[in-house]
């Protein structure tokens, strides 16, 4: 059974007003993420993106279609709890989503709305501040950390519930350079060691190359999506509409747009290294 599942999903903000036609967010998305995929997700601004992660945590439930998580219908209300254990959001602003006054009694929250026993929480707590690396924070205040270290407190909170899916709603775009590195190797970690559903979305196409699968959203449909090599390699597409591509792919393009035939399913340095060393050889035996 796929861990999402959404079947001719939509969401239309403000339409319970009578008057209202509201504003289509999402259109009709039928989609299902497999256990252990790591998704990417990207798009414009205003593209539905949020909007998608919210209905996979049950915030929202959709106006038209269906979201099923593990096969359980967003919309039965005694499963919520179920399901926000099972799918754990991590938003943008790390202030805003974290509570506890010190760092390891912001991890304990979600456990504990969980009634799990404090025992148990324990254990958890100190297992998830470990897998982050933030095991030495653990009776810091969260207000003096970084953003990096305050996104990997939020993380382990997550993680404390041990949820079979972790959804980023751009969390890595107000990080600097070694935040969104460290961030982006921890849920490297956790999808494969844990075996963790990743569905990260984000602005930075560079993180969106390692990903099993990316799915590129545009007006509240799905534009593409497929493995990162070859939506990016349809640089056109990716460029109307209004995203940027890896930095290995941009390069390709431009050397294969002044005329030199190139493969640009690479996004790998190792492998574009070779396929210019290859072109440059076979200049040179042509002069
Ligand atoms: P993204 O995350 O890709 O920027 P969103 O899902 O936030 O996109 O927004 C999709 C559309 O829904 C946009 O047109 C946005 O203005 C609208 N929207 C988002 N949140 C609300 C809201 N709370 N009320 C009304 N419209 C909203
Ligand atoms: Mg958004």
Same mark, same amino acid.
């Given at each position: 059974?796929?861990? #999402?599942?959404?079947?001719?999903? %939509?969401?239309?903000?403000?339409?319970?007003?009578?008057?209202?036609?509201?504003?289509?967010?999402?259109?009709?998305?039928?989609?299902?993420?497999?256990? %252990?995929?790591?998704?990417?997700?990207?798009?414009?601004?205003?593209?539905?993106?949020?909007?998608?992660?919210?209905?996979?945590?049950?915030?929202?439930?959709?106006?038209?279609?269906?979201?099923?998580?593990?096969?359980? &219908?967003?919309?039965?209300?005694?499963?919520?709890?179920?399901?926000?254990?099972?799918?754990?959001?991590?938003?943008?602003?790390?202030?805003?989503?974290?509570?506890?006054?010190? =760092?390891?009694?912001? #991890?304990?929250?979600?456990?504990?709305?969980?009634?799990?026993?404090?025992?148990?929480?324990?254990? +958890?707590?100190?297992? @998830?501040? &470990?897998?982050? %690396?933030?095991?030495?924070?653990?009776?810091?205040?969260?207000?003096?950390?970084?953003?990096?270290?305050?996104?990997?407190?939020?993380? @382990?909170?997550?993680?404390?519930?041990?949820?079979?899916?972790?959804?980023?709603?751009?969390?890595?775009?107000?990080?600097?350079?070694?935040?969104?590195?460290?961030?982006?190797?921890?849920?490297?970690?956790?999808?494969?060691?844990?075996?963790?559903?990743?569905?990260?979305?984000?602005?930075?196409?560079?993180?969106?190359?390692?990903?099993?699968?990316?799915?590129?959203?545009?007006?509240?449909?799905?534009?593409?999506?497929?493995?990162?090599?070859?939506?990016?390699?349809? #640089? +056109?597409?990716?460029?109307?509409?209004?995203? &940027?591509?890896?930095? =290995?792919?941009?390069?390709?393009?431009?050397?294969?747009?002044?005329?030199?035939?190139?493969?640009?399913?690479?996004?790998?340095? &190792?492998?574009?290294?070779?396929?210019?060393?290859?072109?440059?050889?076979?200049?040179?035996?042509?002069?």
């Amino acid at each position: 059974m796929s861990i #999402v599942k959404l079947e001719n999903a %939509g969401y239309v903000y403000g339409s319970s007003h009578p008057d209202n036609l509201g504003t289509r967010a999402l259109d009709s998305i039928s989609l299902e993420i497999e256990k %252990g995929e790591f998704v990417v997700m990207v798009g414009r601004n205003g593209s539905g993106k949020s909007t998608f992660a919210r209905l996979l945590n049950a915030l929202l439930t959709p106006t038209s279609g269906t979201v099923l998580i593990n096969g359980i &219908d967003t919309r039965i209300e005694k499963s919520l709890w179920d399901i926000r254990s099972n799918v754990g959001m991590i938003f943008q602003n790390p202030d805003n989503q974290i509570i506890g006054t010190i =760092v390891e009694e912001d #991890v304990a929250f979600g456990p504990e709305n969980l009634g799990i026993d404090p025992k148990e929480i324990r254990i +958890r707590v100190d297992e @998830a501040l &470990d897998s982050v %690396g933030i095991s030495e924070y653990a009776k810091s205040e969260p207000h003096q950390l970084s953003g990096g270290q305050k996104q990997k407190v939020a993380i @382990a909170g997550i993680l404390a519930m041990k949820p079979h899916c972790i959804v980023l709603d751009e969390a890595t775009a107000m990080l600097d350079p070694v935040g969104r590195r460290e961030t982006m190797g921890i849920l490297k970690r956790l999808n494969k060691e844990e075996g963790i559903t990743v569905i990260h979305i984000t602005h930075n196409m560079d993180e969106a190359k390692d990903a099993d699968r990316v799915i590129v959203i545009d007006k509240g449909n799905i534009a593409a999506d497929g493995k990162p090599e070859k939506v990016f390699s349809n #640089v +056109r597409m990716i460029k109307e509409l209004g995203l &940027d591509v890896p930095q =290995v792919t941009e390069l390709l393009f431009e050397i294969d747009k002044i005329g030199y035939k190139l493969a640009l399913e690479v996004l790998d340095v &190792d492998k574009a290294y070779s396929e210019l060393s290859e072109l440059l050889i076979n200049r040179e035996a042509h002069k």
